[in-house]
């Protein structure tokens, strides 16, 4: 079946880059989406990409997409304490489903 | 963001029980789904409902039973649960269709707990 992964910590330095990488199996894929999830809190929306696109760039947030590889990766400049939070790549398949990464719990510290 | 808005925000139930949960969206979607977040494990897709119809029933126990009156709306009853069914249960919504985004937007969720 189709599978999403993603590594589970990334710890950065306030100011620093912060990128989080994903791959996923399935070729079919429409668009792939990144969530942030803050604690007690449900996902939120933070940008996607279709999948015939391979960079979308949203203030901060830079998305970059390999398609021949099937990876994906959120680029965030500049990065805040309060970005602190678990980011959840997704992407669509063709059953119009949404298929989660098991999460990458990022941390920034002073 | 009250896109998406969820009750109870905790819930804590014996196994004998019954209990609803409650979805309301206010973006004018026309697609609601029921998600399982457990530790550790992937989001799990339980329920969708398009244009009030299930559409997809992702191997869910019958002690999970969604109703979706109108395309607003969308309830999860709960009877008879077990302890490993604690989780939070998120509500999302989406618009599908040639004119939709198809992003999904989520509730802040229902913290469950079963003893």
């Known amino acids: 079946g189709e599978d999403v992964e993603q590594s589970l910590f990334l710890s950065v330095r306030e100011g620093d880059s912060s990128v989080i990488n994903c791959t996923y199996t399935d070729s079919s894929s429409t668009y792939l989406y990144w969530y942030k999830q803050e604690p007690g809190a449900g996902l939120q929306l933070l940008t996607y990409?279709?999948?015939?696109?391979d960079m979308k760039q949203d203030q901060r947030l830079t998305v970059l997409l390999n398609k021949k590889d099937k990876h994906l990766s959120l680029r965030i400049a500049d990065t805040q304490t309060g970005d602190s939070a678990i980011y959840f790549c997704a992407e669509r398949d063709n059953t119009d489903k949404l298929i989660f990464g098991t999460g990458t719990r990022l941390q920034v510290f002073p | 963001e009250t896109g998406v808005t969820q009750t109870p925000r905790h819930l804590v139930m014996g196994m004998t029980n019954k209990k609803s949960l409650k979805c309301e969206q206010h973006?004018?979607?026309?697609?609601m789904y029921w998600y399982k977040q457990s530790a550790k494990k992937p989001l799990e897709l339980m329920f969708v409902y398009n244009f009030k119809e299930q559409t997809e029933n992702n191997s869910v126990p019958s002690r999970f039973s969604p109703e979706c009156p109108n395309s607003s709306h969308l309830f999860l009853h709960l009877h008879t649960l077990q302890p490993e069914d604690s989780a939070l249960y998120l509500c999302?919504?989406?618009?599908?269709?040639?004119?939709?985004?198809?992003?999904?937007?989520f509730g802040p969720g229902t913290r469950l707990t079963v003893t």
């Open positions: 990409i279709f999948s015939n696109m």
């Open positions: 973006l004018g979607h026309n697609a």
């Open positions: 999302a919504s989406s618009q599908e269709g040639p004119a939709g985004g198809y992003e999904q937007y």
